[in-house]
């Protein structure tokens, strides 16, 4: 903060495989860079010490979580433990994706996943087509081309049978029984596979307090409660042009203008503009 160099500029871009953010320091206090000629890959801490360095010819890095960053070796791929550094489990796994709630999904074949915990234990068996990583103690779970979700225990909670199901947010999932895109029929389960909103609507979209839900019926949007009565009427384009990150207002479009609805369904015309004042 006072400009004082804390880590000699000595390495380069530190991006993980594939992605596309900038180098960072992760929750953990870490970060993963190269070095200049792109030949080594560095895990350092925020004081600049190096918690892990190897080859990068022999291991390319590409997921992290909870203190694991994942890896990729000759043989397949396992997971590094940045604090001890050390690695905690060997490269067995086809494929792997990061820890969350302290459990990571990896597949033993592209079609047979499953989950261990940061000591390499199953503790889920493989047995899924698809799976997730945890969120709010839940994750999707795909068998016989059909989604549903499971507890930590393994526990189906949901049976397989949505064509679609994304992560539980505020206990609550958005789940798909129709087909194509145009087709599509979305609603909205809870944690004990109950459906709070039926599987009627062609998108679902951001929530209010979980208590509001945006909603595209035959071509328009509008906005439906926790017992689908319609509050916002179906009346509304999504403006596309305006960046939707107020957590309590709705921006939308209808005709040629826009406007910001609340959760009581009030709305306000509004003028977008772009950077330059346009």
Known sequence: KNGKIVIPCQYND????????????YPFGWAMLLNDDKT???VIDKEGTVLVDFERGAMELYTHGEGMVGYKGSSGSGFINIMEQKIAIQAIYKYIHEFSEGLASVYKEWDKGGYINKDGKVVIPFVYQGLSPFHEGMAWVKQN??????DKTGKMIVPCQFNAIHYF??????????????????????????????????YIGKRIFDKLFWVKKAGKYGAVDRNNNVVIPFVYE???NCPDTDDYLFYVQKGEENYAIDMWGNSKRIRIINKNGG
């Open 169 to 202: 947010k505020g206990g609550m999932a958005d789940v798909n029984v129709g087909g194509a895109t145009e087709h599509q029929k979305w609603g909205i389960i809870d944690k004990k596979g109950n459906m709070v909103i039926p599987c009627a609507y062609e």
């Open 238 to 240: 999504q403006t596309p």
């Open 145 to 150: 081309d059909k989604y549903g979700a499971i």
């Open 40 to 42: 080594r890959y560095f």
């Open 14 to 25: 530190g991006r993980i495989e594939g992605a596309h953010e900038p180098p960072h320091f």
